[in-house]
């Protein structure tokens, strides 16, 4: 299914994205955007570029997006972590190298490398960063979408 967001529905959208990642007027009244649901999997192109996927309910930017204009908070991982978070694991403790400031738990993020900077993939916090700084192991992000998998592959 393919449906053309109208304007009410545009604006409905916009204030979800002002809400969960501080953009406002995020969508332009004169862009063409598109709720497109396919094989199980909600997705919203903005002007032809897929931009955001829906994730369990959630509204998450899309990876491929996020390499043309970073909209979420940033935590670097080390380049020994980079192949398993590609993979789809979730991302332990010990490879995260920084936090930004004030993350709370279930904030959506981008998980990048600390090389190059670049996002491997988008995830939840599965706790705070106050809570995650103080931890030596375990879980602290919740792998949502990651390069290769079946939205990197559209």
């Not at 862009?31 to 396919?38: F, G, K, R, V, Y």
């Not at 903005?46 to 829906?54: E, H, R, S």
């Not at 899309?62 to 043309?68: D, E, I, N, S, V």
């Amino acid at each position: 299914m393919r449906k053309q967001l109208g304007k009410d529905e545009k604006e409905e959208l916009n204030s979800k994205i002002q809400l969960d990642f501080g953009q406002p007027d995020f969508i332009a009244k004169k862009q063409n955007a598109e709720l497109i649901d396919e094989n199980g999997l909600k997705r919203i192109n903005i002007d032809g570029t897929l931009t955001f996927i829906y994730i369990n309910g959630m509204l998450v930017p899309a990876l491929k997006f996020l390499l043309a204009r970073q909209i979420l908070p940033a935590v670097p991982v080390d380049m020994g972590a980079v192949k398993f978070v590609t993979s789809g694991a979730d991302v332990m403790r010990p490879g995260i190298k920084s936090f930004p400031a004030g993350l709370l738990k279930d904030q959506i993020v981008c998980v990048v490398d600390e090389k190059h900077g670049k996002p491997l993939a988008v995830g939840a916090m599965l706790m705070s960063c106050d809570e995650a700084l103080k931890a030596t192991s375990g879980k602290i992000i919740k792998n949502l979408h990651w390069v290769g998998d079946l939205v990197w592959k559209i």
